[in-house]
């Protein structure tokens, strides 16, 4: 299995924080050998952990990934999932999925030795020394970490709130905005504060929703 890490840079307690580039790795996958930049081109990226195959949790959060693709595709999304088992370990989950559930698990899945684990801090020894945390990396076409989420093992993610915070980064990117609490596509958004007193008076005299001069929302 090949596992290799490349030059990256990213905080000095080797966990890659928000606005960090993301690490580049080659790595064995059910999907064959990639390179991570190559693999992700100018796409968005999502890579999420699990901490093992052919366990209950990681059953039900992979199937929902993959139901869902087509969402994350219309997005400019790729998604790719990663543990430390091996590419025949995967393989064979990935059958057993397709019986039970009756879904195709049909992004790559990264075959890990726990160097992957250890550039992005996907091995939290507190929960587990050899299972990865159920870890959730969104990385923009410029590959940079934009979010991070990490969750226990014993509690499964909010595939809806994957999407929903790639939505609200997506939508803030492409329109110099914010997103405010519980924000969802086609709700208001939040316009940033002013920094200069002309941008204060312009704003009070804007058409917005005004709760204050520093806090106004808009419709898009």
Partial sequence: MSCTDDHHDHGPTGIPRIGDTAPD????TTQGEIKFSEWQGDSWAIMF?????????????????ARRHDEFRKRGTKLIGISIDSVHSHLAWRENLKKLFDVT???PMIADNGRVANLFGMLHPG?????????????????????VIYYPLNVGRSIDEVVRLLDGLQTADGNGVACPVNWKPGEKVIVPPPKTEKEVADRLAADYEKLDFYLCKKSL
């Fill in 25 to 28: 790795f080659t790595a064995t």
């Fill in 49 to 65: 952990s699990h901490p093992a195959d052919f366990t209950p949790v990681c059953s039900t959060e992979l199937t929902e990934f």
């Fill in 105 to 107: 698990i049909d992004y």
């Fill in 127 to 147: 929960e587990s020394a050899t299972a990865t945390v159920r870890a959730v990396f969104v990385i923009d076409p410029k590959r940079t970490i934009r979010a």
